[in-house]
């Protein structure tokens, strides 16, 4: 099987494997998984590791668009996805975790997220919204010593809610994304 299609390039995904890696013991967690193009390398690295992914999306599209904050995404948009094809694409892998709907709306009750601290959190999720409250969620549950990955911060409303959130803790990486380290 070839690897699934990735809007985040060669480059960027080396260097979030590269900081991943590096992390201390504990899960990944993944919100915004789309195709599955980043999950799927992320997996291939839990895989050796001998780490857990937990993979979250709508998998419908955005679930917010306000473009008084800085949303440029119509609610719907990346829509084309498909939580069949994305669990079909992990199943034979079962350290990963596929879960359907609004994070982290979809995390409380039952087992739907790590019980460890998350060691990778990689969120591509474009709203300010939708980063707002993964973050939120988020930041109690990160090891000391893990990484928050940001892939939109190059979107008013995303870099608004991390900046929001994080203030100066958030870095810039050479691949023009950015993180925070716990």
Request: glycine content about 10%; overall charge negative; charged content about 20%.
């Amino acid at each position: 099987m070839t690897d699934p299609v990735s809007l985040i390039g060669a480059n960027v995904l080396e260097q979030m494997l590269a900081y991943a890696s590096e992390t201390p013991a504990g899960p990944f967690v993944e919100v915004g998984v789309f195709q599955g193009g980043s999950a799927w390398h992320l997996s291939r690295l839990a895989g050796r590791q001998n780490r857990h992914l937990w993979l979250y999306d709508t998998f419908t599209g955005m679930p917010y668009a306000d473009p008084a904050l800085g949303d440029i995404h119509p609610v719907g948009d990346f829509g084309d996805t498909s939580f069949d094809k994305i669990t079909e694409l992990f199943l034979p892998l079962p350290y990963v975790h596929v879960t359907r709907g609004v994070f982290p709306d979809i995390c409380s009750g039952d087992l739907r997220f790590p019980t460890e601290p998350v060691a990778f959190a990689h969120l591509d999720v474009d709203q300010y919204r939708s980063y707002r409250d993964a973050c939120q969620f988020l930041d109690s549950r990160m090891a000391k010593g893990g990484v928050m990955w940001f892939d939109d911060l190059c979107i008013t409303g995303a870099d608004r809610a991390v900046r929001e959130m994080y203030g100066d803790r958030v870095h810039p990486v050479s691949c023009g994304k950015h993180i925070v380290c716990y």
